[in-house]
Structure formats: structure tokens, C-alpha cells
């Protein structure tokens, strides 16, 4: 692993290790409230980057965006088919930003200048992109239905990892993760399913869910979690189910909309995106982030209103219903390192 890489690695973990206490927010729901209705600031994560549909932040822990970028303009609303929708994103070394939307994954720098980028031509989709441990990138292309490892600074496509899947260009993947021992979990979207795949696409594991599945990822202790319209899963190592979160789980604090990333704390705690797409009524999506633990207590709650301070141009449906598609939140250094 690269040693700069591996320093900024070892900073972020400090700054989530550290567990700034959990402050209760306002859960804006009209049933029973998250205990402790308060101000979200500190969040859990202290400082951290906030990736959105509409656009990237830098949080402090004071609730103020220090830095955003917004690929079509932050005036521009959105909608589906859009070719800068984010869909994933990450803070790289260097205050660098990698990030993936429906029809390329690109890196920018802190003054918003871009890097290089890896694109695809309608209607073809990338979706998502990850960084990887030899400074090279992993992305989807629905076009070739494969795992492409990119060559960071360049986008030249140095491996192919076939994923076969059913569907068409928007309806075959959401998004992909890399484990530590070096497979690929993917999102089967249109077969509604993750999947392990080794370097060369050799199929490991599979597990259906019963909605569309957003993401799955290998936490520490070596189990795996999924997410998506169904909730989440936490599977074992044979990945047998051990674990879910639901809508009526969820239910007396808040509506549980779209589980989209999720960022492990201390103490086996979640920090979970609760994306809002294609909603049929106002005010269900008042809680786009949360905090819970394996008991399925939430303990920490990021209102909707927060946006508001940082861009008000939140994408607004046909219907008049303001949406806010949050995607992850994700550990930054203190300021300055």
C-alpha cells in the first residue's frame, strides 16, 4: 500500500476511533422521536465527507460545509437521467475526491479541477468506482458487464473482471465494493442479488434479497452487510443471514427509505445514508442519516434541514417533493492534516 495512502488511512481511522459522543437530532417524524432531541453537531464521524446525489462536501464538526463541489453547477436540479447523478463517492489522499455517477467516475482535486476521469457514452453506466490499495480504481461498466481496474491518473483499463447480469444499461448494477482479501461484492439490481466474484469472475457467494439491493461491503469483524430498499443484512462468512434492519424497525423513530452506505463506528455501531428516491409523499425523508447499534438502537440522527445551510437546491420531484438522495458519509482528518 502506498505510505502516503496508508498515513491519511490511519489519520481518518483515528478521527472515527475517537467517537465524538453521539448527539441526538430531531427526527422530524410525527410518531415517537429519537430519544434525546438535540443538535446533530458533532456527528459521530467529527469532520467528514458527505457525498450526495447532487454534489460532494467537507463537514466540520461544527455542522458547516468548508468545501463542496457539485459537477453540474449547484443550481441544477436533477433527475434520473442525468449524467452527472452521484452515485458513489470517496476522500482520497492529497484532500483528492474520487467520485462515480451513471455515465463516468472521476478524481478532482481540492480546487475542483479534474484529475482525470474514466466516461462511457450513453446509455452505458459506470455508477460506481473504488479506490484501490496499488493507487488504481475499480469501476463498473454495464456495457462490458465487468469489474474494470483503471489505472489512477490515466482511466486506462488495465483488467477485466466479467459480471455477467440480467437487465439493460440502467437496471443491471448499483454499486460495488472490494474486500480485504481482494474479490468484488456487486449489486445485482435487475436480479436482486449481491454477489462475490474473485479477480478473474469467478462466482464466490450469492444472496437474494427481496428489493433492489444498493450495496454490500465487508466490515471488520469479517461479516458482510448489504443494503438497499429492502433494509439491511449483516451475513456470515457463509453468508447466512445473522442480522436485519427493516422499515418496522425503524418505524416508531423515523421512515426508513433507501439504506444506501454505510460507515462502521466504534462499538459495532452503523452510520447509515438513508436515501430518499422517488418518494410518494413530503416528509418521510426528514432523516437522511442515522446512527444505530446490533440491538437496533438509534442513537444518533442527521436531519434533512441540514442540507439547507449547505445547498438549497435539493432535486424536487414532479410532485412538489423535496428529495436529498444521500449517499455516505466517510472520516476526514482534522483540518490542516
Known amino acids: 500500500m502506498n505510505p502516503m495512502f496508508r498515513r491519511w488511512l490511519a489519520a481518518a481511522c483515528i478521527v472515527a476511533l475517537t467517537g465524538i459522543a453521539l448527539v441526538a437530532a430531531d427526527s422530524g417524524i410525527p410518531t415517537k422521536p429519537v430519544p434525546g432531541v438535540g443538535n446533530p453537531w458533532p456527528s459521530p464521524l467529527g469532520r467528514f465527507f458527505l457525498v450526495s446525489a447532487e454534489g460532494l462536501y467537507v463537514i466540520e464538526p461544527d455542522g458547516t460545509a468548508s468545501w463542496s463541489y457539485h459537477p453540474a453547477g449547484s443550481a441544477k436540479q436533477f433527475h434520473g437521467s442525468e449524467d452527472d447523478l452521484i452515485y458513489d463517492g470517496w476522500a482520497l489522499p492529497n484532500h483528492h475526491y474520487l467520485f462515480s455517477t451513471h455515465r463516468y467516475v472521476r478524481e478532482i482535486d481540492a480546487a475542483k479541477g479534474t484529475v482525470w476521469e ?10 460506481s468506482g473504488v479506490p484501490l490499495p496499488n493507487g488504481n480504481v475499480a469501476a463498473l461498466d454495464s456495457r462490458e458487464q465487468a469489474v474494470l481496474e483503471l489505472e489512477g491518473g490515466t482511466g486506462r483499463v488495465l483488467y477485466r473482471t466479467p459480471v455477467p447480469a440480467k437487465g439493460n444499461d440502467h437496471s443491471r448494477y448499483m454499486l460495488l465494493r472490494r474486500t480485504p482479501e481482494g474479490t468484488y461484492i456487486v449489486a445485482l439490481r435487475e436480479e436482486q442479488r449481491f454477489v ?5 469472475g469467478k462466482l464466490l457467494r450469492s444472496f437474494p434479497v427481496p428489493r433492489m439491493p444498493v450495496m454490500a461491503q465487508r466490515l471488520a469483524d469479517g461479516s458482510t452487510l448489504g443494503s438497499g430498499y429492502f433494509g439491511m443484512v449483516q451475513l456470515d462468512a457463509q453468508w447466512k443471514e445473522t442480522w ?15 439504506p444506501w452506505g454505510v460507515t462502521e463506528l466504534p462499538g459495532h455501531r452503523l452510520l447509515v445514508a438513508n436515501s430518499d428516491w422517488h418518494l ?14 446490533a440491538a437496533k438502537r438509534v442513537s444518533w440522527t442527521m436531519p434533512s434541514a441540514a442540507y439547507s445551510k449547505w445547498n438549497g437546491n435539493a432535486a424536487e420531484s414532479s410532485g412538489g417533493i423535496v428529495e436529498y438522495h444521500s449517499v455516505l458519509m466517510q472520516p476526514l482528518p482534522a483540518a490542516g492534516l
Open 280 to 293: 410518494k409523499a413530503k416528509n418521510g425523508n426528514r432523516v437522511q442519516f442515522f446512527a444505530l447499534d
Open 244 to 258: 436485519t434492519y427493516r422499515a418496522e424497525d425503524a418505524a416508531p423513530s423515523f421512515a426508513l427509505q433507501l
Open 118 to 127: 474514466y466516461r462511457l457514452a450513453a446509455p452505458a453506466e459506470v455508477k
Open 196 to 200: 462475490e466474484v474473485d479477480r478473474d
